[in-house]
């Protein structure tokens, strides 16, 4: 199938209905609860402050969030006139760059509270209401499940504006697991990812997004792939070889902005003595050799990667080793299988602040034997952003088909700030390849049979 929207097999049964609203119902509440502990931990300067030109003010997350579940919940789903239409243009993320944001009208921190509250109170008799067969909206409660995404979305950006806030620490969460077996930098080694076609993307998950869409062969020819990603014990390796002094190892682009940026270690970073230390949601620590490098740009990984004469994998590759099962011939929803994901899968939801030790999550391991392919960190691929053959934007050209191009890399696996509704083998995110204030990591690939390909 390659219709954009999302896929009803079959009309759902009553039971089947009730379920899908029930999903819905709890992905929406769980992004309420975590939007509200990211911005009710801080005062009003807290929240109204810009804490980096790279991001928004707190209070305007906020209420974007709000103004996002107004326009697609109460107008375009529910045909209601909707809670404050007249703020969308102070909230449309595509007016005013986050730069430009801290000029614009926005609501003070309580009246932004008391706006989402309003409009969850009335997106919830949407969600009671919905009709069945009112549309590609209401298909598999896909608008409710865009919505979540959305909102856990902004989350993982707030807590990525968390860290880059200065000041003393406001969240806390219990470490990761550690893996059965020691994690050191050394942790990992490759696996083989056999030649072959394998089925990309998706026609038929309800919640997938367009870009996500449509499902295709893609026939990857044979690679090694890290089995974790790239440690910071091993990147702290290519830092001590000079790999920040060495132009051979960049791209042209890459070179010109290590230079005009200074650039010689991760961000947050810092050198004292003959210790490497980080900053992490407000507490100084000495970077722990066995975790996944962190905050690097597509840059510095495509860097690493040439120097260990490797190379970063295709965004096909990646989702190959992930998803392909070579015993049923079929692509999973998720390395381990079709279950949602546990706490003992992956790293995800912010029940931690950082990745776990490489190694880590043995029962979430892909059919190829890799491991931490979901959470922790995203993955920077060697893929430009672009559609699937077959995509049509929906519901609106602004989600993905604006960001098409040379310009934006694709992301994969999620991160630790990522929840599960928000991640899954399919899911693509994408961004600048000199971004580093996300958390954002990398594994490395090689060919062994012939030319790398899947690029998109």
Known sequence: MSDHTPARV?????????????????????????TLALTDCLDEAGLTAQHSRLMSPLAWDLAHIGNQEDLWLLREAGGRPGVRPELDAVYDAFRTPRADRPALPMLPPDAARAYVAEVREQAMEVLAAAPEDAGPLFEGDF????????????????????????????????????????????????????????????STDPWALDNERPAHTVDVPAFELD??????????????????QEERWWHPEGWAYVQQAELSAPLFWRREGGNWLRRRFGYTERVPPGEPVLHVSWYEADAYARWAGRRLPTEAEWEKAARYDPATGRSRRYPWGEAEPEAGHANLGQRHLRPAPAGAYPAGAAPCGARQLMGDVWEWTSTDFTGYPGFTAFPYRE????????????????SF?????????????????????????FRTARSTGGDAGGAH
């Not at 989600?399 to 999620?414: A, I, Q, T």
């Open 227 to 244: 089995v974790t990603p790239v440690t910071n014990g091993a990147y702290q390796r290519f830092i001590e070889d000079g790999g920040y």
């Open 417 to 441: 700030g990522t929840d599960p509704v928000a991640c899954r083998a399919t899911f693509r995110n994408w961004d600048l390849p000199v971004r580093r204030q996300i958390f954002a990591g």
């Open 143 to 202: 608008v409710f499940g865009m919505v979540a995404q959305h909102e856990q979305q902004h989350d993982e950006t707030m807590l990525a504006t968390h860290q880059l806030r200065r000041g003393p620490a406001v969240l806390d969460a219990p470490d990761p697991p550690a893996p059965r077996s020691r994690g050191t930098e050394e942790a990992g080694g490759e696996v083989p990812v056999p030649a072959g076609p394998f089925i990309m993307g998706t």
């Open 399 to 414: 989600y993905s088909e604006v960001f098409f191009g040379p310009g934006h890399k694709v992301l994969r696996g999620g």
């Open 10 to 34: 079959t009309t759902r049964t009553l039971r089947e209905q009730e379920q899908g609203r029930e999903r819905a119902y709890a992905a929406l509440e769980r992004a309420r609860r975590r």
